[in-house]
């Protein structure tokens, strides 16, 4: 693929359709520390483990400052030549990408496939104000377009000249769109000015991240282990290995039981207790890391949110694309009256259909921005539905099924490797017996709590006993209806109604067939009396 002979405008110009342009040069600094980082960290233990041997040290050293400025050129002139070889063009009709040293490779993405356009900024980006634009389609992963990276005030300007494309806006229609600005300048958008919806202080990030029990840490450190073992004196893994073929462990079992029941107590309070500020504190961490200075705005073009300490991300998200609200809420939180609002929509966020808007909130905060959103919260005017009790009793029953042959498989082993019966395998049937026993309880308050309920604008769904979640999708924007129905569903008569929309698709669990027909109808009529051609796109 040749290059054209047009010239190809620099970054920071004004932006023009149809021009072809070059990313933000300052972009080379950032793929050249993305891969200094992978050279670098492994040549720095090298050398560590040279310095334990003086000998080898002296012999390396004076090679030291060529061997790093080798290390950075052999970095820097790929990175400089991606850059050189990448340009992008905002066309009349798609934008398109172009990219590659020695093998050339083109992307183009038409507008009318494009969803959205998110701006990301990571930590190293972010300090050289850097911006990462996305062109998301809602099919996420390989069929996005990102552009890595322009300036934070370019990044703007390119959101609002192709989101007026995607849209289709009379400005941008009647001439070829222009919106002018320098590197450094401040923002210049048309969509001054957001009403603030909901904002997350510190001091509710701290309240957020107390709730959010994770033990992530233990995988970090896990992964840690196995990146660096080589450092460590000794094999990790042969270790424990060792430590279990050795019987080890009988040493430490003696040890307890040399212990008294207090201090066993006391030992196992304090391990307990040290999980749960290990899981609190990982929660906390993480959840200022990925929402801090969380804002929902109202904007002229829909819901903007901005949150993030080392990743930052600014979505925009229409208000015609919200498909369906999500409410949850846990087992905890629920309690003190905290939960969660989300947004499903054609676009992706971080791999998912939800978009968080209101993470941890009251419901009174949550009202205002499902009004805005155009969908209206439960006030207790509905008709709520229970679904067939046969759809609960059939999956108490293949669940206590699947319980009871387990249990009889480690009785039985249990009984042969005994060669007799002893009291320990009678503790074996008790616990089945009890575990189906909570099998059958749950399915019980499943049934007493799970709902759904049909409204002249909204269909609603509400499902979860300790941690109840309600999902509400507006009738107009359903794509189809459907029932589904399994074996047992044909036998006892019940069946799943199974809505779809752009951006996901939720179902009524478990109704009764004449139940669900009957809803079928409903929502199919209101959807055959919308004219599609008029609602927004």
Request: with cysteine; aromatic share 10%.
């Amino acid at each position: 693929m040749s290059e054209p002979d047009t010239e190809i405008a620099q970054a920071g110009a004004a932006i023009e359709v149809g021009e072809w342009r070059r990313v933000s040069p300052v972009s080379v600094a950032v793929q050249a520390v993305r891969t200094l980082g992978s050279a670098i960290i492994p040549a720095a233990f090298i050398l560590f483990g040279a310095a334990s041997q003086s000998d080898r040290l002296s012999g390396v050293a004076p090679y030291l400052v060529p061997i790093l400025g080798l290390i950075i050129a052999i970095n820097i002139v790929p990175a400089w030549l991606n850059w050189y070889r990448l340009r992008y063009r905002i066309g009349e009709s798609d934008v398109r990408l172009e990219q590659g040293i020695i093998s050339r490779s083109a992307r183009s993405v038409p507008y009318d496939r494009i969803q959205d356009v998110s701006l990301e900024q990571k930590l190293i980006p972010r300090l050289l104000g850097l911006v990462e634009v996305k062109f998301e389609t809602g099919a996420g992963g390989k069929d996005e377009l990102a552009l890595s990276f322009v300036s934070e005030a370019e990044g703007e300007r390119l959101r609002e000249v192709v989101r007026g494309l995607v849209e289709g806006a009379d400005e941008m229609a009647a001439a070829p769109a222009s919106l002018d600005g320098e590197p450094g300048e401040p923002i210049a958008v048309k969509d001054t000015g957001g009403r603030l919806l909901f904002a997350m202080p510190p001091q509710r990030l701290f309240t957020f991240g107390l709730f959010s029990f994770s033990l992530v840490i233990f995988a970090v450190l896990v992964g840690v282990v196995q990146q660096f073992e080589f450092l460590l004196p000794f094999d990790v893994w042969d270790y424990i290995a060792d430590y279990f073929e050795d019987e080890r462990y009988a040493d430490a079992g003696s040890y307890i039981s040399g212990m008294d029941t207090a201090a066993r107590i006391a030992g196992i309070a304090w391990l307990i207790v040290s999980v749960i500020l290990v899981g609190i504190a990982s929660g906390v961490v993480k959840t200022f890391v990925r929402d801090w200075e969380f804002r929902l705005e109202r904007t002229a073009k829909g819901f903007r949110r901005r949150r993030g300490l080392l990743t930052k991300t600014d979505v925009v998200m229409p208000v015609h694309r919200v498909q369906a609200l999500v409410v949850s809420t846990g087992l905890i939180r629920r309690r003190f009256g905290w939960h969660g609002l989300s947004f499903i929509s054609l676009a992706q966020d971080s791999g998912s259909a939800n978009h968080d808007v209101a993470p941890f909130a009251k419901m009174a905060e949550i009202a205002p921005i499902a009004s805005e959103a155009g969908f209206a919260l439960p006030d207790g005017s509905e008709q709520w539905r229970r679904p067939s009790s046969a759809f609960y009793f059939d999956r108490g029953l293949i669940q206590s099924l699947l319980i009871f042959l387990i249990g009889a498989a480690v009785f039985v082993l249990a009984a042969v490797e005994a060669e007799r019966l002893v009291p320990g395998l009678f503790v074996i049937g008790a616990l089945v017996a009890v575990l189906i026993l909570l099998v059958a309880a749950r399915q019980f308050y499943l049934w007493c709590y799970d709902r759904h309920a049909l409204d002249p604008e909204q269909v609603l769904s509400r499902r979860g006993w300790l941690a109840p979640r309600t999902q509400i999708a507006n009738r107009v924007k359903l794509h189809s209806v459907e029932i589904a129905q399994g074996p047992l569903g044909r036998w006892h008569g019940y069946c799943d109604l199974v809505f779809g929309m752009a951006g996901g698709r939720f179902a009524f669990r478990g109704l009764a067939l004449e139940d669900a027909k009957k809803l079928r109808a409903a929502v199919l009529d209101s959807i055959a009396s919308v004219d599609f051609a008029r609602l927004p796109k």
